[in-house]
């Protein structure tokens, strides 16, 4: 069976803002995609109530997984309830257990909302705990042993909420696949009205593709691209240079080690 990659975020569009084009490159390169949210953007609107804005945004992001190719996963909690604990930690667990990913892409470990940070601290939990038979999840899986990669994605705005720049170790070009990235976040058309009034990012799409761009610049390299930095391998895999997002890559992805913020 291929490979899997999983990728990991707060809210529906959040994968498309950030992770999509890697995603789009590793299904290309023969990996099955998984897509999960770990909230179900229930907060994204300034005119409905939970439920309809839930089903709106459950229905855009089925959508977008399916543009990108990917197995699509349920959310687990409202918008704002992504805390680290023990409770998600062990939902989160079972899903990781499930899909088994050689590749896990997550959000920032430093960002403006603590739904993404919380999101990173979990993920990286249900990877580290993915063998051990004595965690619990929820549902209870079987342990799932093998090599995982983290990928955390960069931060919203490049920067962290001190508003000091980050740079990547790995710059992905995503050129390729920049215009199925855009079909794909276009299918969340309800967080381009919101986001207009919550946040005056009155250019949704083009923000994406502007942040794209900014990237592939401080590759030095490539148009359009987005970065990443590599977890260190403990706890995830006995080899120190186990890097399957370079590997796969060949020349659409580069190694900027050493100079990350």
Known sequence: M????????AHPDDIEMMMAGTLLLLG????????????NGSCGTATLGREEIVAVRLAEARSAAQVLGAEFHEPLVDDLMITY?????????AVVRRVRPQVLLVPAPEDYMEDH??????????????AMPNFATDPPTAPAGGDVAVYHAMPW???DPLRRPVRAGVYVDVGSVLARKRRALACHRS????????????????????????????????????????RAHLGLSARE?????TGVLGPRGLTARGKEA
């Not at 099955?32 to 770990?38: A, E, I, N």
């Not at 240079?241 to 997002?245: I, S, T, V, Y």
Request: with cysteine; charged share 25%; proline share 2%.
């Open 117 to 130: 940070v919380n999101t990173a601290r979990l993920a990286v939990t249900a990877a580290f705990s993915r």
């Open 191 to 230: 967080q381009k009205e919101w986001l207009d009034r919550s946040q005056g990012l009155d250019r949704y799409l083009t923000t994406m593709e502007e942040t794209a761009a900014e990237v592939g610049r401080r590759s030095g390299r490539f148009a359009c691209a987005e970065g990443w930095r590599q």
């Open 85 to 93: 604990g023990p409770a998600l930690a062990a939902r989160l667990g």
């Open 157 to 159: 705005g490049l920067c």
């Open 241 to 245: 240079d186990f890097d399957p997002l």
């Open 28 to 39: 290309e390169a023969g990996y099955r995609l998984h897509y999960l949210t770990v909230a």
């Open 2 to 9: 291929a490979e899997a990659a999983l990728a990991i975020a």
